[in-house]
């Protein structure tokens, strides 16, 4: 599914380019085309230059570093 249908069904907001997701990675294991919850503040660097399609944050975390972001006021309900 693509990003933009994951931010138009879930009411979140996509900012980068439009990405196929192909299923849900832990920043521990992060595969292609994984879109990967980031919970936590103090995320490694590496998770940001991996194969990750995308990352789900809370609305106003996303860094501007050029990846693709779907942001909610509440991930972890979004996640679910």
Request: charged letters at 30%; aromatic letters at 6%; proline letters at 5%.
């Amino acid at each position: 599914m693509k990003t933009s249908e994951l931010a138009s069904k879930l009411g979140l907001k996509l900012s980068g380019d439009d990405a196929e997701i192909l299923k849900v990675c832990s920043y521990e294991d992060i595969q292609k085309g994984g879109l990967v919850p980031l919970f936590d503040k103090d995320i490694p660097e590496e998770v940001f230059s991996s194969e990750a399609s995308a990352f789900l944050v809370k609305t106003g975390s996303a860094p501007e570093n050029g990846r693709t972001y779907l942001s909610a006021d509440d991930p972890e309900m979004a996640l679910v």
